[in-house]
């Protein structure tokens, strides 16, 4: 990997802020220093989805369909999902949910260290995903003691997640790092808020709500801080719970954003055809 950073001609990652954070000690896991010399050829292009499978007008695994023009369906996913969860069926407490391996790099201890404080607010936990045991049982542990409040599925899930992404009102993800990340733009896809810290392609992909101007996508924290996340997460709750139009006019932004892979492959194309400047003037892509 050193001869190939240090040899070609072009270097491209999996999204633009982990292209810069390549370059500090922390993330560049010993080559920093190559990344930082070579950071004139260095770049970061956010991955994409596959909006067909990922759709939740079309998603055959959901109890109801809806789109963007008609987001009556996904009360009804909220309502399956807490039901499938064993959750109290009570649409008016926000349900946040995760889905993925769990990894210290997710930032589950910034989950577990909050968990109090977040079900004493009446907010709705609700977890998938397999990994390191001392964090599934730490999930089991406040699954049972929580009861209709958080449940945890030890469990990798396909379907499930699809219903995830459609019934839960937010989608936390607080990682350490996070090159890309992949489910944060499915969430955004499905008219579920991500909370999110601001690392990696976390950054690129969610902007953060301005309760001024009403833009945004999601929220975001920026340190590794249990009480930060809290804040931030709480924070939206607020919003979930008193601004009824601010929340769905963030869900159409949200539902609005293209993280297709036509629009990655667009990126790629413009930076394999600035190797050769004299091919720029290639034919006109297929639409």
Same mark, same amino acid.
């Given at each position: ?21 390549? /370059? ?14 070579? @950071? ?16 939740? #007008?079309?998603? /055959? ?18 309502? #399956? %999902? ?37 079900? @004493?607010?009446? =907010?709705? =936990? #609700? ?34 997640? *699809?219903?995830?992404? #459609? ?39 969610? /902007? ?21 996340? @809290?804040?931030? %997460? ?38 394999? *055809?600035? %190797? *050769?400047?004299? =091919? ?8």
């Amino acid at each position: 990997m050193r001869g190939a950073l240090l040899y070609s001609d072009l270097i491209s990652t999996v999204s633009p802020t982990y292209a810069n954070e390549l /370059q500090m000690p922390f993330y560049g896991e010993g080559m920093d220093g190559i990344f930082r010399r070579r @950071a004139g050829s260095l770049s970061g292009i956010l991955n994409g989805i596959d909006t067909v499978e990922w759709d939740p #007008a079309t998603d /055959q695994f959901l109890p109801a369909n809806y789109d963007a023009k008609d987001l009556s369906g996904k009360a009804e996913c909220k309502r #399956a %999902l807490q039901e499938e969860f064993g959750l109290r069926q009570d649409p008016e407490r926000p349900l946040v949910c995760m889905v993925g391996r769990l990894t210290k790099q997710k930032g589950l201890d910034l989950v577990r260290y909050s968990m109090n404080a977040l079900m @004493a607010r009446g =907010v709705q =936990v #609700a977890i998938l995903g397999t990994g390191d045991k001392d964090y599934e049982d730490s999930f089991k542990y406040f699954d049972w003691k929580y009861g209709d409040m958080m449940s945890a599925r030890i469990a990798f899930d396909g379907p499930l997640s *699809h219903r995830m992404y #459609a019934g839960a009102d937010l989608f936390l993800m607080p990682s350490e790092f996070e090159p890309c990340g992949l489910t944060q733009m499915i969430a955004m896809r499905y008219g579920t808020l991500p909370v999110v810290r601001e690392t990696g392609g976390l950054r690129d992909s969610v /902007q953060p709500y301005n309760q001024f101007t009403g833009e945004g996508t999601g929220f975001s924290f920026a340190n590794m801080n249990a009480d930060e996340m @809290a804040g931030c %997460l709480l924070n939206a709750c607020e919003v979930f719970w008193t601004n009824k139009d601010a929340w769905k006019q963030l869900q159409l932004q949200a539902m609005g954003e293209d993280f297709s892979w036509r629009r990655a492959a667009d990126e790629y194309l413009d930076l394999y *055809h600035s %190797l *050769h400047p004299d =091919v720029i003037r290639y034919n006109k892509r297929p639409e």
